[in-house]
Antibody, heavy 122, light 107 residues
C-alpha cells in the first residue's frame, strides 16, 4: 500500500523558514517524480514544486521561486521542501504527491499524503 | 501559464441525478487533463487521468471526455459520497495548473 506522510508543519513568523518532509512507502520511490501541492484556507489547489526521479530536474511555481527548494533522498525514500522567507500568503495545507511518471510533464498525481498545515503569522 | 476554467463554480443536485462539470484550457493541453475529487479534511483523490481513463478503484459512474481545450467530467448517478469539490488539472506543461474547483452540493 502506497503511503505518503508529511511532517514539519506548524506556526511560523513571516520571514522565517520551515522544512517539510514526506516519508514514502509502498512503492519504488526512486522510480517516480514527486511534487508538493498546496491549498490555502478556502481556496483551490495550487501546484508548488516538483522533482524528477534522480533530482536532475526541479521545477517551481512563480509564487515560490527563489524562496522554496525541493529535494529528495532516494536512499531514505523521502521528499523535502525547504521554505525560506515565508509570507502570510504561504499559509496552506501542503500535500506531498506521487507522480505516475519518472520525469517530465504529461502524467498525473496518483497518490497523495494527508497534508500538513503551515501557518505563517506574526 | 495555461489557465484552467471550470464551470459551474458550484452545483446543487440530488442523489441519482446525472451531472456534468466542464473545464476549459486557455490553450491546447492535448489529452493531458486530469480530474480530482476533494473532500474537507481529506487528501485529493485522482478520478480520471489522460482526459478519459478511469483511475483504478474509482466507480464507473465517473467518466471523462474531451481533448484540446474542452473537457467534461460526468457523474452518471450521484451517490451521497460524491458531494465534494472537483478540480481539473492540466499536466501538459509546467507549471501544472488546476481549475478553480466546482463544489457539488446536495439539493
Amino acid at each position: 500500500e502506497v503511503q505518503l506522510v508529511e511532517s514539519g508543519g506548524g506556526l511560523v513568523q513571516p520571514g522565517r523558514s520551515l522544512r517539510l518532509s514526506c516519508a514514502a512507502s509502498g512503492f519504488n520511490f526512486d522510480d517516480y517524480s514527486m511534487h508538493w501541492v498546496r491549498q490555502a484556507p478556502g481556496k483551490g489547489l495550487e501546484w508548488v514544486s516538483g522533482i524528477n526521479w534522480n533530482s536532475g530536474d526541479k521545477e517551481y511555481a512563480d509564487s515560490v521561486k527563489g524562496r522554496f527548494t525541493i529535494s529528495r533522498d532516494n536512499s531514505e525514500k523521502s521528499l523535502y521542501l525547504q521554505m525560506n522567507s515565508l509570507r502570510v500568503e504561504d499559509t496552506a495545507f501542503y500535500y506531498c504527491t506521487k507522480d505516475f511518471g519518472a520525469s517530465g510533464p504529461g502524467w498525473y498525481f496518483d497518490f497523495w499524503g494527508q497534508g500538513i498545515l503551515v501557518t505563517v503569522s506574526s | 501559464d495555461i489557465q484552467m476554467t471550470q464551470s459551474p463554480s458550484s452545483l446543487s443536485a440530488s442523489v441519482g441525478d446525472r451531472v456534468s462539470i466542464t473545464c476549459r484550457a486557455s490553450q491546447s493541453v492535448s489529452s493531458d487533463l486530469n480530474w480530482y475529487q476533494k473532500k474537507p479534511g481529506k487528501a485529493p483523490n485522482l478520478l480520471i487521468y489522460a482526459a478519459s481513463s478511469l483511475q483504478r478503484g474509482v466507480p464507473s459512474r465517473f467518466s471523462g471526455s474531451g481533448s484540446g481545450t474542452d473537457f467534461t467530467l460526468t457523474i452518471s448517478s450521484l451517490q451521497p459520497e460524491d458531494f465534494a469539490t472537483y478540480y481539473c488539472q492540466q499536466s501538459f506543461r509546467i507549471p501544472y495548473t488546476f481549475g478553480q474547483g466546482t463544489k457539488l452540493e446536495i439539493k
